[in-house]
C-alpha cells in the first residue's frame, strides 16, 4: 500500500521542518512508499520558502500546492486531489492508496505512518484515526487546566456514546483509503444561516461515511502531540469550546462577554471550577452535543431507530428538538452540528436541567 501525508501550511515556518522530521522525511531517508503533499493555504511568514526547501533537501517525493482559498477544506480538498492525480499519473489504484491527514504545528511519534497503515490493512472500508496526545511538559507545567477539563467532562460523561458510535474526529491523526474518500464524497464546505462557515471537516466527512457503512478504526500505536499554542492564546475560550472550532459569530460573542482570555496559571485556583463556572456549563454543553446528541443521533438514523428507543434518558428531550432529515446526513451534516448548537443558544435551560440530572442516570 502506498502513503500520500497531507499537511495543510498556514503561517508554519517555525513548525513545518520539525513536523515533517518526525513523520520520518529528512534529507537522507523518506518513509517507504509515502509521498509528502505540503499546501501552503495563503502564508506570509516564509513558509513557502520552507516547504520548497523540503522538496529540494528529500530524496523521496514531495509535492507542493497552493490554494489562497483560505479556510480548513481547500487546502485538505487540495490535497486530496493532488494525491488522487499523481496516483493516476503513476498507476496506484484508488484502493490501495492512503490518505494521512497532518498538521504543520504536530509532532509524530515515531512509526506513526506504519501504525496507521497497518490499521488501514486490516479495515480497508474504514477511516483509520491514531492518538493526539498531551506531552508530559505541558500536562506537568498546567496541571490545573487539566484537572479543571477533566472534572467538567466527568460530570456529564454517563451521556457518552460509546467509542465504537463516537463520530468527531481529530483531523491531525486521521486517514482514509482514497476510495473511501470518493465514495464518501470528500470534504465539503458548509455554511450556516448566519453565513458563517462550519468547520469539522473531518468529523462532517466520517458522518457522511457512516450513511455508507464506514466505521472508524483506532491505530493505538499511531500517537502524535499537537502543538498547544491555541490553549496558550486563549485559555478559557478553548476550554469552554472543549477545542472544538466554533465559528466566527460565536468566537466574537466569546471575546465581548469574556474581554479577559485569563492564563493557564488561574486555573491552579482551588477554586477555578467556580471562578469558571460559565465556562464550565459552555464546556459541559459542547461536550454533551459533541460527544452524546450528535452521535446518538448518527446512530439513530443509521441504524432506523427512533428517540421511543431511549426511553428514560434525559437527551430525549434535547434530541426531539433537533429534526434533521436522515437523508441531510448524506449531503449536509453540518446541520446537524449547527442544530444543536442553535439549540443551546435559545434554550440553554435544558441542558443544564440534563447536567443536573446525569447523577442520576447510567447507560442500559
Known sequence: MKTAVVVPCLNEKVSLIATCLSLGFSRDATPPDSVLILVDNGSTDGTLEVMKAIKNNSPGTVLLGQTLERGYVPPRHLGVSMAKSFADEVSIPNNEFLILQADADTIYDRGFIASMTASARSAPQDLIEG???TTESFLAEYPGYHACCACADEAVSRYFVPEADEVIVDDKVAGYRLSEYLKWGGHRREFGPRGDEIHAETSRLFIRAKTVGARRTRAPEAVAYPSRRKIEANPLGTFATAGFPRESWWWARWAKLHPNH??????????????????????????LILFALVPTHVRLAVDG??????????????????????????????????????????QPELFAYCIEKAGDYSLP
Do not use: C, M, W
Open 131 to 133: 492518538i493526539a496526545r
Open 305 to 346: 431507530h427512533t428517540i421511543k428507543s431511549l426511553i428514560g434518558s434525559p437527551l430525549v428531550p434535547l434530541l426531539e428538538r433537533v429534526d434533521v432529515a436522515p437523508n441531510s446526513l448524506r449531503t449536509t451534516p453540518g446541520q446537524l452540528l449547527e442544530g444543536y448548537f442553535d439549540l443551546a443558544e435559545r
Open 262 to 287: 485569563h492564563s493557564l496559571r488561574e486555573f491552579d485556583r482551588s477554586d477555578a471550577l467556580q471562578a469558571f463556572a460559565n465556562a464550565v456549563f459552555v464546556r459541559q454543553v459542547h461536550t
